[in-house]
Nanobody, 120 residues
Framework: VQLQAFGGGLVQPGGSLRLPCAASGGIFSINAMNWYRRAPGKQRESVATITNGGRTNYVDSVKGRFTISRDNAKNTVYLQMNNLTPEDTAVYYC???????????????WGQGTQVTVSS
């Protein structure tokens, strides 16, 4: 199983970015899908979560600005980020609980991270 995140880059304050993360490779089922981030000099934090039923949860600092969604047919999770601020600068990681074919339990998988830089 592999998770691959895309869409990072440099954006001006107030701008938007959309981060897709696609899971592939022998997937039978995916449980929750998540986005985390690690800002320079800070610990990794959970940004947003979406269950396989579509329930979402966000860290307070992004509520009203970020939207997490998923396309179960494509095994893909998205993070739409609007009204970005310099405090959103971080490496963003996707994460998912995946049940692979032939496995009896969900395993945790991580994408490689994508850099988001918010600066004028």
């Amino acid at each position: 199983v592999q998770l691959q995140a895309f869409g990072g880059g440099l954006v001006q304050p107030g701008g938007s970015l959309r981060l897709p993360c696609a899971a592939s490779g022998g997937i039978f089922s995916i449980n929750a899908m998540n986005w985390y981030r690690r800002a320079p000099g800070k610990q990794r934090e959970s940004v947003a979560t979406i269950t396989n039923g579509g329930r979402t949860n966000y860290v307070d600092s992004v509520k009203g600005r970020f939207t997490i969604s998923r396309d179960n047919a494509k095994n893909t999770v998205y993070l739409q980020m609007n009204n970005l601020t310099p405090e959103d600068t971080a490496v963003y990681y996707c994460n998912a609980g995946v049940l692979s074919y032939g496995s009896s339990r969900y395993e945790d998988y991580w994408g490689q991270g994508t850099q988001v830089t918010v600066s004028s």
